[in-house]
């Protein structure tokens, strides 16, 4: 069981780290976000945050996926199930933003059409739903009816507030052309407000689901650390 344990220290990590990224970049803009800034500064807070934390967040959710994928068999059918239907929405997650997102992104930047750069962002925004259920379904096996009803939770109240946000923002995004070389390539430029309208309740909610996971997490990680040492003290007994 031990792989388990480090895939749910992984996830672990993998969620604090997104809660660094997601509340450094937040506080260090004072909840104003502007592309136009970002873009201009490429030594600012948020950029580096991204660039630095980011794919070591994606590598540890990943680690995370494959450790606990696994050795889902040895908890029984309903884990196994959920584990791997966890991995599998991972995939069609990395697929969409990669088929599907990646593609109209280019092709907005190329043409300047508006309406790709918005298809492109629903894409991404339909596909973070797939992601933000990865965490619950990889532990709703594993815990009972308490740890289950708290995940069940952060998952309704993430999905919530991080599409609602995600979702809301899309609508302030425009291209603007920027000249490069002899070619113009169009910019996806937005900016957008936090502190106003619904965006602190929403923002909320995303933190408060990620808290819930990352609290169900750690505890499936104490317990499964606690129960170690007892099974091996039965096989001795045995």
């Excluded at 494959?66 to 908890?75: D, E, K, N, T």
């Excluded at 991995?87 to 109209?104: C, D, E, R, S």
């Excluded at 808290?211 to 997490?217: F, G, I, N, S, T």
């Amino acid at each position: 069981m031990k792989r388990t344990t480090w895939g749910l220290l992984a996830m672990c990590l993998s969620l604090l780290l997104g809660t660094a990224i997601a509340l450094g970049s937040l506080i260090s803009v004072g909840g104003q976000l502007n592309t136009a800034d970002l873009v201009g500064n490429p030594m600012s807070v948020p950029t580096l945050l991204v660039s630095c934390l980011d794919p070591l967040a994606i590598l540890l959710e990943i680690a995370a996926i494959v450790l606990i994928v696994s050795q889902a068999r040895q908890y029984g059918t309903l884990h196994h199930r959920l584990a791997w239907t966890a991995a599998i929405l991972y995939l069609l997650w990395a697929a969409a933003n990669l088929l599907g997102f990646l593609p109209l992104s280019l092709l907005s930047a190329q043409t300047g059409s508006l309406q790709m750069a918005l298809a492109g962002q629903w894409v991404k925004a339909g596909a973070a739903l797939l992601a933000y259920a990865v965490p619950a379904l990889l532990v709703l096996g594993l815990g009972n009816r308490a740890t289950r009803a708290v995940t069940a939770a952060g998952w309704l109240i993430s999905a919530i507030g991080n599409f609602g946000t995600l979702a809301t923002t899309i609508s302030a995004i425009a291209l603007e052309p920027v000249v490069s070389g002899d070619r113009v390539i169009y910019a996806v430029q937005f900016s957008v407000d936090y502190t106003g309208g619904f965006y602190p309740l929403l923002l909320t909610m995303g933190y408060i689901g990620g808290a819930l996971y990352l609290a169900v997490y750690l505890y499936l990680a104490w317990q499964q650390r606690r129960t170690r040492p007892l099974e091996r003290a039965a096989s001795t007994a045995g």
